[in-house]
């Protein structure tokens, strides 16, 4: 796959980017160079290997799953600047 002028000067308008002639030529030729890497990457055998998170194995650290009453919901609005029966009320958004 490669990439041409026009294709970088339609996906910099759409990203909302302002890219000059000179740079969207430049940029033709570094991404063309990061494609050609990308299908060299995809020419390496690859099964029987496992994906990989990290280079390192480690487990996550998880905390114990307890049930609890949810705090007190009185003090959780009380410094709320509008609640009504320990709901939050917020000003309407869509009419």
Request: charged content about 30%; glycine content about 4%.
């Amino acid at each position: 796959m490669s990439v041409d002028t026009a294709t970088v000067t339609r996906v910099a308008r759409l990203a909302r980017i302002k890219v000059t002639a000179e740079e969207a030529e430049r940029m033709t030729h570094e991404l063309n160079s990061i494609l050609g890497f990308v299908e060299q990457l995809d020419e390496v055998d690859v099964t029987g290997v496992e994906p990989m998170t990290s280079v390192v194995n480690s487990v996550m650290r998880r905390r114990a799953d307890e049930v609890t009453d949810g705090g007190d919901a009185a003090r959780v609005t009380a410094n709320a600047p509008m609640s009504d029966d320990n709901f939050f009320l917020v000003p309407k958004v869509v009419e």
